[in-house]
């Protein structure tokens, strides 16, 4: 039987060369080859992975950039929160970190200075720099124990739908840095500016964990002046001095096109209860519903 006769590797590579000499002169190239646009991920996605996996059975800073646990972990205890989640498009993700360039690099007289300041994390994408949600709190970070879980969940939920909030949008109004109760970390947040719905959502989500006991401390009360923000980057320690200079022009331009451009809008609140999410979806503007109806 005669053994079929399969070019040598040197044969295929002289393949492409002899093809190619073969083209008549005048005519047109091959098209180039289009890269490949990959669809967006559904917002659901993000809410399988919203807790990274463990890797050490103890509480380990040096594991999580010199983060320390506000709560240690304690079997039955389920740390919680409710927020509002946005994830920034590319044109929005371009403009929050234009405006975090700018404050991680101050101009020279500033840079020669001889003090240091901890390292700058953007809290906008992850360390394989992929895009990562932002969100506004509606709760401080809640430990719910087994037995109530499920009860404040359940009021939780009704609490948001009694609101009747629709989907809503904000605008940034300035930055500033923000610290954590503990005083180990600080958070540069953008300030927001016009949205009555999230004083009514804040109201319900006060209310119900006003009414299961003080551990679940309400937001807001007694420091309004912090009011609703996003964080966008954090460092260890607290703020210092005048660490952020908004009156510089180049910070003050860098804010000026995110209050202008960025598109900050929710359509549904979420619960995070360990590492389970509920969504709870915004009811129909009044608009939407005369379009639906009419």
Wanted: with cysteine; glycine share 8%.
């Amino acid at each position: 039987m005669a053994l079929v006769n399969y070019p040598s590797s040197s044969e295929e590579e002289t393949c492409p060369a002899k093809t190619g000499q073969k083209r008549k002169r005048g005519s047109a190239p091959p098209p180039p080859l289009q890269k490949s646009t990959m669809p967006p991920l559904p917002s659901k996605f993000h809410d399988l992975y919203t807790t990274a996996a463990r890797a050490s059975t103890t509480d380990d800073p040096s594991l999580h950039g010199g983060k320390v646990r506000a709560q240690p972990h304690v079997q039955g205890n389920w740390p919680s929160h409710v927020y509002l989640e946005w994830l920034p498009s590319p044109q929005d993700a371009a403009l929050l970190s234009n405006l975090l360039s700018t404050i991680r690099n101050p101009p020279s007289p500033q840079s020669k200075s001889k003090q240091t300041t901890p390292q700058l994390h953007s809290l906008l994408t992850s360390e394989l720099s992929t895009p990562l949600p932002l969100h506004i709190s509606l709760s401080r970070p809640l430990v719910l124990q087994t037995d109530i879980k499920d009860e404040v969940l359940d009021a939780l939920d009704k609490a948001v739908r009694a609101a009747r909030v629709g989907s809503f949008s904000v605008t940034v109004e300035g930055a500033r840095w923000v610290s954590n109760e503990e005083g180990t970390r600080c958070f540069l947040v953008l300030g927001l500016r016009g949205s009555g719905e999230l004083n009514k959502l804040l109201w319900g989500v006060n209310r119900v964990l006003g009414r299961k006991g003080k551990n679940l401390g309400s937001l807001y009360e007694g420091f309004e002046e912090s009011g609703f923000h996003i964080s966008i980057a954090w460092r260890l320690g607290a703020p210092q001095g005048n660490e952020l200079d908004v009156s510089r022009a180049g910070v003050v331009e860098a804010l000026r096109k995110c209050s202008k451009d960025l598109d900050i809008a929710f359509e549904s609140v979420k619960i995070k209860v360990g590492n389970s999410i509920t969504v709870i979806p915004l009811v129909q503007t009044a608009q939407e519903e005369l379009g639906i109806l009419g």
